[in-house]
C-alpha cells in the first residue's frame, strides 16, 4: 500500500512542480518588470524613467540620480550661491 501510494505521489507532485515552474516563467514574461535603478545620492529604488543618467568621473562611471536629489542639489547651489529662491 505505502509503496503503491509513492508510485502515484512522486511523480504527481514532479508533474505539478514542472507545471508550476513553467507557469511562472511565461508569467514572468508576460508581465515585463520595470527595470529598477537605484539613486546614486539617496539610494532608493526608482523606475529608470523617473531617473537622470549622468557620466560622472574619469572612467565614464554612469550613476542614477532622481528628481528629489537633483532639486536639492539644485537649491543647495543657489542657497551657497546667496540666490533667494522666493524671488524667482
Ligand atoms: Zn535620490
Do not use: W
Not at 27 to 49: Q, S
Not at 61 to 82: A, I, K, P, S, T
Request: net charge negative.
Amino acid at each position: 500500500m505505502f509503496f503503491v501510494f509513492f508510485i502515484f505521489i512522486i511523480p504527481l507532485s514532479v508533474l505539478l512542480i514542472v507545471l508550476y515552474a513553467s507557469r511562472q516563467k511565461t508569467d514572468d514574461e508576460e508581465i515585463p518588470t520595470e527595470r529598477l535603478e537605484v539613486c546614486a545620492i539617496c539610494h532608493n529604488d526608482f523606475p529608470i524613467k523617473q531617473l537622470i543618467e549622468k557620466e560622472v568621473g574619469l572612467y565614464g562611471r554612469v550613476y542614477c540620480f532622481c528628481g528629489d536629489c537633483v532639486d536639492e542639489l539644485y537649491n543647495d547651489f543657489n542657497r551657497q550661491m546667496g540666490i533667494n529662491q522666493e524671488s524667482n
